[in-house]
DNA sequence: GCTAGTGTACTGGTCTGACCAGTAGGCTAC
DNA sequence: GTAGCCTACTGGTCAGACCAGTACACTAGC
């Protein structure tokens, strides 16, 4: 490539980032473990010296990626928090809203990746695991017609259980992001759905039917019939319009 | 719910959470777009009644989720950001770090989505983005022979023009972050490997081969094809114990 | 002895006021 | 008309102060 030397804009980098950064190394690198404590605001001042203002930003940048929290009156300074899932759930909320997202595309999404869980979970899944998504299916028909205002936490489990038993994480906690957003965006039109009864029993139907081919080890017949089942429960919300991009993934 | 009156915990919540709120509010309901300013932080702590510590804690905030951007000396204040996925990016990537994401974890995530968009593109693409994806692969090709340095771009690219085409901005966004992930993980790897010419050479028959079925409007021989050329792509780098979580994608 | 209450020395949250380097844009001198 | 300066801002940082709250050692009462 061309001679010379190739210079790299630099950007002017402020003071709380490079507290910011050491922090996030210490994390990262292992230095610093949840449930540990970060020195004193004072104390923070005085080992970076930089003011407390500065350490303050700081602090507040990396309470918002979800690294710290702090609390007033600990004794101790922030604390470092076990990785969750929060900020990811944050930034994708955000991302639905300001990118305009329109559910069809969120559900979209759950019907790749449910059925992509499934289906490793299909292969993948032990004794245990396996037991575990009876149970959850079978909380579910008992809320169905115990508590119905538990059947969405029900429901929830269920895909919870199946996404766990893929192995994946990523997996797991991309489903459980893309799901409480959807949800959020359609309890209240369920809730109103005069038909609910209906629909519960339908949607029963339909997990038992997708347990049955995991139990036989049938990935890609769980899967199909997942996609499916998943179709039907939201096609009635999306508009009509999209309902077809939604209908490639039933082949 | 037995009688009385649920009482919600409370949390106390801090002067600059609820400036971050409202300014939140105001971005995504449109009250301020992309591009315009924020007044600057002397105006708003006047029109919040807080202090200038406090605005500043928020504004990192806003910063630190992508929302505004400050620069010194601007007579405007922050500027609102269009939305970009760099905090997705971000918190995806410490989610890689912390939560220990091994790389089959994010490969079979990338097998899966990549395969979706594909399958999705074959039905639903149109003319001019087939074109795109075409001109992607010959590049590609191009960049095989003439500058083998570009080879990873021009792949991203390819991969890329299908996410588009899939018509479902959320794959879209999560295919690039992943990928971005796991080519950082294996870069210099693939560089140092002796065989990369030869990689190269299949990987473009590969993309040849997927393309073909992407043409002949076959999604799902298209998106086993892909799976099955990610495999071979990555099964080199992934540890043999995990790979057999991968070769569950290939039916 | 042990417990219940009090004190105290911290913590984080917020405020005030100040300084600096830098930008933008009007103004002046040419 | 233009090139340069000047001023009035901006954000970034610092210093020092106060408050409400927590944790913990200590003390008074049993």
Redesign the interface.
Same mark, same amino acid.
């Given at each position: 490539m061309g001679g010379g030397p190739r210079f790299e804009p630099v950007r002017?980098v402020r003071a709380?980032e490079r507290v910011v950064e050491q922090v996030e190394e210490a994390? #990262?690198g292992g230095d610093l473990t949840p449930g540990q404590h970060l020195p004193s605001e004072r104390e923070l001042m005085v080992q970076f010296s930089v003011s407390r %203002?500065t350490i303050? #930003?700081a602090l507040? !940048?990396l309470?918002?990626?979800?690294?710290v929290r702090s609390r @007033?009156g600990d004794p101790n300074g922030a604390e470092v928090l076990p990785?969750s @899932?929060a900020? &990811?759930h *944050? %930034?994708?909320t955000?991302?639905?809203? !300001?990118?305009e &997202?329109s559910l069809a #595309?969120?559900v979209?999404?759950r019907m !790749?990746?449910d059925s992509?869980a499934i &289906?490793?979970a299909a292969?993948?899944r032990t004794e245990e695991q396996l037991r575990e998504i009876c149970e959850a299916v079978e909380a579910l028909r008992a809320a169905a017609e115990e508590d119905p205002r538990g059947f969405g936490a029900a429901d929830v489990a269920v895909h919870d259980a199946v996404a766990r038993a893929s192995?994946? *994480?990523?997996?797991q906690?991309?489903t459980d992001v893309?799901r409480s957003i959807v949800v959020k965006l359609v309890a209240e039109r369920i809730a109103d759905d005069p038909d609910r009864r209906a629909l519960m029993r339908r949607s029963i139907r339909h997990h038992e039917e997708v347990l049955a081919a995991l139990r036989a080890g049938d990935?890609?017949l769980a899967a199909r019939l997942l996609r499916k089942a998943m179709y039907d429960y939201y096609a009635d919300y999306v508009d009509e319009s999209e309902r %077809?991009?939604l209908r490639? &993934?039933l082949?």
């Open positions: 002017a709380y994390i #990262e %203002s303050r #930003e507040r !940048v309470q918002a990626r979800g690294l @007033p990785f @899932p900020t &990811l *944050k %930034s994708m955000t991302l639905a809203r !300001v990118a &997202l #595309e969120l979209q999404f !790749v990746l992509a &289906l490793l292969r993948l192995g994946n *994480k990523l997996i906690i991309c893309v990935g890609p %077809s991009a490639a &993934l082949e």
